[in-house]
C-alpha cells in the first residue's frame, strides 16, 4: 500500500467514525429536545384552555344571570323603558360591556343600550340563522369581526327562572357584546402566563418562535363556525432557554473532541512522515543529492521524489548557463519597460490605443471606478461595440477631423451613474508615429460640479436678495401706516387738548391703540418667524378646556373691531379637555378668525366648529362669507410674504398663514383651505387631540 492510500484511509477512518458519533448524538439531542418542547407545549395548552374556559364562563354566567330574570320576561312584553332605564342602563359599564341588544320573540330589537360597534352593520350578525342558532342551543359564545376589530358574543333566549327544559318556549333573546381590546388581552395574559396577540385571517409573515419560546394558537369562531382569527399566545421558557444553550455547549464540546481527534492523527502521520520529508527539505536547501541516496532506494512516492529530486539538480545545472545568457538581455529589457512605465504613470488620464481597423489594441486605466467602461472587455474589441451610441458617433468625427488636421481632437461628453448622477469626461485623441490613435480620457467631473455649484450659489444670492428687499419693503410700509395714523391722531390731540372734549377725544386714542395693536401683531409674527428660523420654536403642551379658551380668544379679537362682529362658536367634542401648545394654538386661531374678520363684510357672521376626528384628532373649522381667494393663489398661500391678488389694497404682510401652517405641522396636524371667489372660504384644521 502507497504512502498517499495510507494518508487517506487513516483520515477517511477517522473522519467517518467521527460523522457517525456525531449523527448518533445528533439524533439522541433531537429526540430529547422535542420531548422536552412537547412537555412545554402540553403545559401551556392546558393553562390556555382554562384560562379560555373561565373567559367564556364569565360571559356565559352574566348571560345566564339577565336571561333568566323573571322581571326580563315580562320587559319582553311590557317594553317598560322606565324599567330599562333603571336596571338595565348599568350593565354595560358594571360589566365591561361594548353592547347589549334584546330581541322579543318576533326577533324584534326592542332595547338598544349601546350602538352597534363601529364598522358594524345590525342585519349582518342579528340574522334569522343566528336566532336559529339561539334556540337550537338555548345559549352561545361566540365571536365576530367588524373593521378589523374582533368581538366576544353571548347569546341566549330569554325564558323564566322556574323553565329550564330544553324544549321550553322563548319569551326574547338577549345578546350581549365585549370588545376584544388590550384590557381583555391583558386578562387572558394574566390567566394564561403567556404574551397574546390578536392576528385576524388570513395572516401571513408571521414571525416563529425563538427556540426558547413556546407558542400556542387558539381559532376564534363565529355562531356558525367559521374561523376569523387566531388568538396567538408566547411564553418564554427560561429553563427550556437554558436546556438548549448548555445542548449547544455540549455540541461545542463534541466538536472540540473530533478536532483534538484530528490533530491527535495528523500528529501521527506527521511524525510518520517528519524523517523523509526533512531529508528532502535539507537536500533541496543545500542542493545536495547525497542526503537523498538511502530515501531513493525506497520503492515508495519518497523514493520517487527523491528520484526526481536528483533529476532536478542535474537539469539546473544545465539551465543555470542558459539563465546567464538571457539575464543580461532581461536586464535591457527591464530597464527600457521601467522608463516606459515611468512615463505612463506620470499620465493622471485614461489612455488606449485604436488602430486602422477601429480594434482597440491596449488601455491603461487609473481608476477603474473612475472610468466609464470595463477595462477587462475592451482589448481586441472594436470601439462600436463597446461606446454608447451618443459616444460612438462621435469618436469617428473626431478620427476623421485627426486625420484631415494631424492636430490633435478633443470633445466632451456625459455618462449616468447611480443616484441620478452623472459623470463628464474629456477625450482627446491625437495620431502616433505608428499609424495609429491615442486616446486620452479625463474625469472633469469635479470641475463641472464645481462650475454648476457656483452657478447655484449665484442664483440662489440672487433669489435672498429679492426676498430681502421684499421683505424690508413689505415691513417698512406696514409699519409706516400705524406710525402714519399714530402721528396724525397724536397732532390732533396737541392741537384741539384744550378745546374738544374727553368724549370727542376717545375715537383718536381709539385709532392709536388700534395702531399699536397693529405694530405689537406684526412684531409678534416677525418674532415668531425669527425664532422659527434660529430653531427656538419648540412645543411646551398643557391640558386646557378648549371650550373657555376660544371663547376668551373670540372676544379679545373682536373687541378690537369696530362694531364687534358676531362669531358663532359650536363645539360638538366629547371631551372638552385636550393637551396642546395654547401659544402656537393661539396664533393659528387669532391669524385664523382674524382673517376671516377682515375679509367680510360686516353685515356677515364668521363660524367657528369644533368636531371629534379619527385618531384621536380633533378637526376646528373656520367658515366665513368673505371675498375669498383665487384659485391661483391657493397653491402658494402657505409661503412667506405671499398675498393673494385681491387683498392688496387689505393691510397685512403675507406671514400669518405661514407661521399657521408652521404651527400646524410642528403638532403632527394638516391645514386645508376650501375657498370660492366672492363666495366665501373654509379653513379645516387638524390637530391631535392629546400632544405628548
Not at 533541496?284 to 531513493?296: F, G, K
Request: proline content about 4%.
Amino acid at each position: 500500500m502507497t504512502i498517499r492510500k495510507k494518508i487517506i484511509l487513516s483520515l477517511a477512518s477517522t473522519a467517518i467514525c467521527i460523522l457517525a458519533s456525531y449523527i448518533i448524538f445528533l439524533v439522541i439531542k433531537s429526540k430529547r429536545d422535542q420531548l422536552l418542547r412537547q412537555s412545554y407545549q402540553n403545559e401551556q395548552e392546558a393553562s390556555i384552555r382554562t384560562a379560555m374556559l373561565l373567559n367564556e364562563k364569565t360571559m356565559l354566567n352574566l348571560l345566564k344571570d339577565y336571561s333568566n330574570w323573571d322581571n326580563m320576561v315580562d320587559f319582553t312584553h311590557t317594553r317598560d323603558s322606565a324599567w330599562s332605564r333603571s336596571n338595565l342602563s348599568t350593565v354595560p359599564a358594571t360589566h365591561q360591556l361594548s353592547g347589549m341588544w334584546i330581541f322579543n320573540r318576533s326577533k324584534q330589537l326592542i332595547y338598544s343600550l349601546t350602538e352597534m360597534p363601529p364598522g358594524a352593520s345590525f342585519n349582518s350578525l342579528f340574522t334569522d340563522s343566528l336566532f336559529n342558532f339561539i334556540d337550537r342551543q338555548k345559549s352561545g359564545y361566540f365571536f365576530h369581526r367588524f373593521a378589523d376589530r374582533f368581538f366576544e358574543f353571548s347569546a341566549s333566549s330569554i325564558r323564566p327562572t322556574a323553565d329550564t327544559g330544553v324544549s321550553s318556549p322563548t319569551f326574547g333573546y338577549l345578546v350581549l357584546c365585549r370588545t376584544m381590546d388590550n384590557t381583555a388581552l391583558h386578562n387572558l395574559e394574566d390567566l394564561s402566563g403567556s404574551i397574546v396577540s390578536l392576528i385576524p385571517l388570513p395572516s401571513s409573515g408571521r414571525k416563529a418562535p425563538d427556540e426558547g419560546q413556546i407558542m400556542t394558537n387558539i381559532i376564534l369562531r363565529t355562531w356558525n363556525g367559521a374561523p376569523i382569527g387566531l388568538l396567538e399566545f408566547l411564553r418564554n421558557q427560561p429553563l427550556l432557554r437554558s436546556y438548549l444553550a448548555i445542548t449547544n455547549i455540549t455540541n461545542l464540546f463534541y466538536l472540540f473532541f473530533a478536532l483534538i481527534l484530528l490533530i491527535g492523527v495528523s500528529l501521527a502521520l506527521y511524525r510518520w512522515l517528519n524523517y523523509p520529508m526533512n531529508k528532502i527539505t535539507q537536500s533541496l536547501a543545500l542542493e545536495d543529492s547525497e542526503l537523498i541516496e538511502p530515501i531513493a532506494c525506497q520503492k515508495n512516492e519518497f523514493g520517487q521524489i527523491a528520484l526526481m529530486i536528483n533529476k532536478f539538480f542535474e537539469q539546473k545545472k544545465e539551465l543555470a548557463c542558459i539563465i546567464n545568457e538571457k539575464d543580461e538581455a532581461l536586464a535591457l529589457l527591464a530597464d527600457a519597460e521601467s522608463k516606459n512605465q515611468a512615463i505612463l504613470s506620470a499620465i493622471p488620464d485614461h489612455l488606449f490605443r485604436i488602430n486602422l481597423f477601429g480594434i482597440i489594441s491596449d488601455c491603461q486605466v487609473k481608476n477603474a471606478g473612475d472610468f466609464p467602461f470595463d477595462p477587462g472587455q475592451m482589448i481586441g474589441r472594436s470601439f462600436e461595440e463597446i461606446l454608447p451610441a451618443g459616444l460612438s458617433s462621435l469618436l469617428p468625427q473626431a478620427i476623421e477631423e485627426v486625420n484631415k488636421s494631424t492636430q490633435p481632437q478633443s470633445f466632451t461628453y456625459t455618462v449616468p451613474c447611480q443616484k441620478n448622477h452623472v459623470k463628464h469626461f474629456e477625450t482627446t485623441i491625437s495620431l502616433t508615429n505608428m499609424g495609429d490613435y491615442l486616446v486620452v480620457v479625463r474625469n472633469i467631473t469635479t470641475r463641472k460640479e464645481a462650475e454648476m455649484a457656483l452657478h447655484r450659489l449665484l442664483e440662489k444670492e440672487g433669489e435672498l436678495n429679492r426676498l430681502k428687499t421684499h421683505f424690508l419693503t413689505t415691513v417698512s410700509h406696514e409699519f409706516r401706516t400705524p406710525l402714519s395714523a399714530i402721528l396724525s391722531n397724536i397732532q390732533i390731540l396737541e392741537l384741539y387738548d384744550e378745546k374738544w372734549s374727553a368724549d370727542k377725544k376717545a375715537p383718536a386714542f381709539t385709532r392709536i391703540q388700534q395702531a399699536v395693536k397693529q405694530m405689537s401683531s406684526l412684531l409678534n409674527d416677525l418674532s415668531v418667524v425669527a425664532r422659527d428660523e434660529e430653531g427656538k420654536f419648540q412645543l411646551n403642551p398643557v391640558q386646557f378646556d378648549l371650550s373657555v379658551y376660544l371663547d376668551e380668544l373670540v372676544k379679545e379679537i373682536t373687541g378690537t373691531f369696530s362694531p364687534a362682529p358676531e362669531v358663532t362658536i359650536l363645539m360638538n367634542l366629547s371631551d372638552h379637555k385636550v393637551t396642546l401648545d395654547k401659544d402656537m394654538l393661539r396664533y393659528i386661531l387669532s391669524n385664523l378668525i382674524s382673517n376671516a374678520l377682515k375679509f367680510t363684510t360686516s353685515s356677515a357672521s364668521i363660524g367657528i366648529t369644533v368636531n371629534d376626528a379619527p385618531d384621536h384628532n380633533i378637526m376646528l373649522r373656520i367658515t366665513d362669507t368673505g371675498i375669498g381667494i383665487p384659485k391661483q393663489d391657493i397653491a402658494a398661500i402657505f409661503e412667506p410674504f405671499h398675498r393673494g391678488q385681491n387683498v392688496l389694497h387689505f393691510p397685512g404682510t403675507g406671514l400669518g398663514l405661514s407661521i399657521v401652517k408652521r404651527c400646524v405641522d410642528l403638532h403632527k396636524g394638516s391645514v386645508e383651505i376650501e375657498s370660492k371667489l366672492g363666495e366665501g372660504t373654509v379653513v379645516t384644521v387638524i390637530l391631535p387631540r392629546n400632544l405628548n
